[in-house]
């Protein structure tokens, strides 16, 4: 075979949007591309972006394309709504960092996103690639659990600062637990602090929603859309993401317009389309049925959020029980990743000469820095090494008939990350169509939300047993009976983290069944 021929053959140049994609050591990929019903994928696209219901578990529209060209979506109304939030988030922007808008102890230096999911996730990816350094407008921090240990080190990192940090607190249904909790974690603290909460917080919320009714009852500095037609995982395109964007000094509108044309350039109805071209690769590379994990490897530290920021939208959007249908496929594409060239010093040894359940993805960016680079040896700079590193992995990956893709993009500023992250927005679309599942569904998210507020339901009853017998000590066994509940080891595990956090005293037995609680005021 004429090697280099078929390279040229399989790496695809689009010039217009300074994106190349090689799937030269992805095989059998001219078999799937021919095979994939193109007719069916392209027709989904269509409806899905003329407003057609594809989330039809919420009876939704999906609209994420719409956020960043609102003339395409299907009525005014919605074009309006788009482009008021790019105005009034100009306006607040403006008045923040002029000192319009200022926080109790002066001019708003910092940025506070409260949030977990996709409310985070995006903003935190696009403001760690598109840093400035010193030169940010802001400082951007975040809070994106609700963990206590992690919301007193980011606490930490503010104190004596919060009177000039606005909090800017999403969640699209407004009851998120964790990110309520995060949000009265963080008001106690500027109460702490002397201060009023309200008059640093902005919330990113939907109409009339529980926090939406808070914000506006306590008089928050601003509350900014978001519509149930947006998912979280596709939200970065909204006010989710453009807010803190914006904030920090990047150049949102040129972030949407990477998003654009990457958008027009996938609805292109053959086979020479970016999207097209990855969804088939990915295909192929799993057998169409999730058989093979993609490892996501960028070269380049900017990107270092990006395998976690396509780790949810990809697992969320694929990882599905029953297809559409209804029957039984346990779909999904595992996603995991590191960055080039630490992967070298990390998981590289078991790729290559480890078992063969992966292909990978190298992230390729061809402009080293803005400015010159120094020569470290001979006429080689540290970036000559970061290529070196990611073409010497690739093919000593190829040699052991290990496959991969590689995505080459020119540099990274707002526009190529939104050429990235629109890229695999597509993809994805195209994908679930090819292994016919609903993208735009998490029923499995649901299920465990409700799974942790019966837990947390399980748990008040056990404090107000305990409570309501100060005195006494009781067994797992005793206390499962008391409040009429089989669930030991659930109960066990409770019990034990309340005596850990110093809410009941636990006497051990030699043991766990021999373990004696008892409320501790």
């Known amino acids: 075979m004429d090697t280099w021929k078929y390279f040229g053959d399989h790496h695809f140049n689009f010039d217009s949007a300074g994106l190349s994609i090689d799937v030269s050591k992805i095989n059998r990929f001219d078999e ?20 057609g219901i594809a989330n039809a578990d919420e009876n939704r529209m999906v609209g994420h394309y719409w956020l960043r060209n609102p003339a395409i979506a299907p009525s005014d109304a919605l074009k309006t709504m788009i482009t008021d939030v790019w105005e009034s988030l100009d306006r607040f922007t403006y008045a923040v960092h ?16 409260i949030g977990i ?6 903003p935190q990816l696009a403001c760690q690639a598109l ?61 702490r602090a002397g201060l009023t909460f309200a008059r640093h917080a902005v919330a990113i919320t939907s109409a009339d929603s529980q926090l939406d009714q808070r914000a506006k009852g306590e008089g928050w500095l601003k509350c900014f859309p978001m519509w149930d037609w947006v998912g979280g995982r596709t939200s970065i395109a ?14 949102y509108k040129k972030f949407l317009n990477g998003m654009r044309d990457i958008d ?24 169409g049925i999730g058989e093979k994990a993609m490892v996501i490897l960028p070269y380049k530290d900017r990107l270092a959020l990006l395998s976690k920021f396509l780790q949810q939208l990809i697992m969320e959007s ?24 630490t992967d070298q010093h990390a998981y590289v040894q078991q790729l290559r000469d480890g078992i063969n359940n992966f292909f990978v993805t190298f992230i390729e960016v061809l402009l080293d820095r803005s400015g010159e680079s120094v020569s470290i040896e001979g006429h080689a700079t540290t970036g000559d090494y970061l290529e070196g590193f990611l073409l010497g992995t690739r093919q000593a990956l190829a040699e052991n008939h290990r496959e991969s893709i590689t995505i080459t993009i020119e540099k990274i500023d707002e526009y190529f990350l939104g050429i990235l992250i629109g890229l695999y927005e597509r993809t994805v679309s195209f994908y679930a169509s090819a292994i016919d599942v609903n993208a735009y569904h998490q029923p499995g998210v649901e299920a465990g939300k409700r799974a942790a507020s019966a837990i947390l339901k399980l748990q008040a009853a056990i404090l107000e047993h305990l409570g309501s017998h100060p005195r006494e000590e009781f067994s797992v066994e005793m206390v499962a009976k008391a409040i009429g509940s089989d669930r030991l080891e659930t109960i066990f595990k409770l019990l034990e983290h309340l005596a850990a956090n110093r809410r009941a005293k636990r006497t051990k037995g030699v043991k766990i069944q021999q373990n004696m609680y008892q409320f501790l005021a």
């Not at 799937?32 to 027709?43: A, G, M």
């Not at 009177?163 to 309520?180: D, F």
Request: proline share 4%; with cysteine; hydrophobic share 35%.
């Open 32 to 51: 799937t591309l021919q095979k994939f019903d193109r007719e069916s994928i392209f027709r989904e696209m269509a409806a899905l972006e003329s407003g």
């Open 98 to 113: 002029s000192g319009d808008i200022c926080g109790q102890n002066g001019k708003f230096k910092n940025v506070l996103c």
């Open 117 to 122: 999911g996709g409310s985070a996730l995006g």
């Open 131 to 191: 840093s400035r350094g010193p030169h940010n407008k802001m400082a951007l921090f975040f809070l994106d659990n609700t963990d206590p240990d992690g919301i007193d080190s980011t606490l930490a990192e503010l104190s004596g600062k919060l009177g000039e940090t606005l909090a800017i607190v999403t969640s699209k249904s407004g009851g998120t637990p964790e990110t309520n909790n995060g949000m009265l974690e963080v008001a106690h603290a500027y109460e």
């Open 238 to 251: 909204s006010a989710v993401g453009l807010l803190p964007m914006a904030l920090q000094g990047i150049d």
């Open 264 to 287: 027009s350039l996938t609805r292109t109805p053959d086979i020479r389309n970016p999207a097209l071209i990855l969804a088939a690769a990915w295909y192929s590379a799993t057998y």
């Open 318 to 341: 694929l990882g599905k029980k029953l297809d559409r249908s209804g029957r039984v496929v346990e779909q999904g594409l595992t996603v995991y990743g590191n960055k080039g060239s």
